[in-house]
C-alpha cells in the first residue's frame, strides 16, 4: 500500500481531511469556530499535524494534543481591547467543551513578541504568513472550513513530511531554539519522528 506522503498532492489533502475527521474534537472546533466570522483564521499548530502523527502510528486521534490554535488576521484594530474580545466570544462558545481553543490575531504579534521572546518580530501581512514562520516546515499547515463544510487547506511546504513523519527544519531568525526544544519533546512523545538537525 502507497504511503499517504508519496500521493499526488490532492491526494494528500484528500488524506488529511480523513485523518483530521478521526479527530472529534478537532472538528468540532472547526465548525464553531467558522460561525465566528474571524478574517483569514486557519486552525493551525499542533492540533492539526499531531493528529495526522497520531493516526499514522496508530494512536487515539487526539492523544498528547494540549490545545488547539486558531490564527486570525484583522489588522483593522489593533489593539488588546479588540483581540481580547475575540479571545473572550472563543472561551464562551467553548465553556461547555473539555478543549482549550488558544487564539491570536496575528496582525498583532509584533506588538508583544519582543518582549516575550527578546527580539523583534517583523510584523505580518496575513495569517498565511505567520503560519510560514513556524520553527519546522513540517509543522506550516493550516485548515479551515465554512458554512458549506469545503475545506481550505494552507500548506506551503506540501503535506509529504506530514504523514511520513518527518520533522524538517524552517531556518530563520529566532527559530533554532524552539526547534531544537519542540522537536526533542515531541520526539519523546513520538518515537517514530525522524527529526532533521537544524544546519550550519
Not at 473539555?98 to 513578541?113: G, K, M
Not at 504568513?129 to 479551515?144: L, M, N, P, Q, Y
Not at 519523546?188 to 527529526?195: C, I
Request: proline share 6%; aromatic share 12%.
Amino acid at each position: 500500500m502507497i504511503s499517504s506522503g508519496r500521493l499526488p498532492l490532492d491526494e494528500q489533502v484528500v488524506a488529511l481531511r480523513s485523518a483530521l475527521s478521526r479527530n472529534d474534537r478537532l472538528q468540532m472546533v472547526l465548525d464553531r469556530i467558522a460561525g465566528m466570522g474571524l478574517p483569514g483564521w486557519y486552525l493551525t499548530g499542533g492540533a492539526v499535524f499531531q493528529t495526522v502523527w497520531n493516526v499514522v502510528t496508530g494512536r487515539e486521534a487526539d492523544a498528547g494534543i494540549k490545545d488547539y490554535d486558531i490564527f486570525y488576521f484583522d489588522d483593522r484594530d489593533l489593539s488588546w481591547e479588540a483581540e481580547d474580545e475575540v479571545i473572550r466570544a472563543a472561551a464562551r462558545l467553548f465553556e461547555d467543551q473539555p478543549v482549550e481553543v488558544e487564539i491570536r490575531n496575528e496582525a498583532r504579534v509584533h506588538l508583544w513578541y519582543e518582549q516575550k521572546f527578546g527580539e523583534p518580530c517583523v510584523p505580518y501581512d496575513s495569517t498565511e504568513a505567520a503560519i510560514d514562520s513556524f520553527a519546522a516546515t513540517t509543522c506550516a499547515v493550516g485548515i479551515r472550513s465554512d458554512a458549506t463544510g469545503r475545506w481550505r487547506v494552507y500548506a506551503p511546504h506540501g503535506l509529504a513530511d506530514v504523514f511520513n513523519l518527518v520533522l524538517r527544519p524552517n531556518p530563520g531568525p529566532g527559530r533554532q531554539q524552539a526547534y531544537v526544544s519542540k522537536s526533542a519533546r515531541w520526539q519523546r512523545q513520538w518515537p517514530e519522528l525522524t527529526v532533521l538537525t537544524w544546519p550550519d
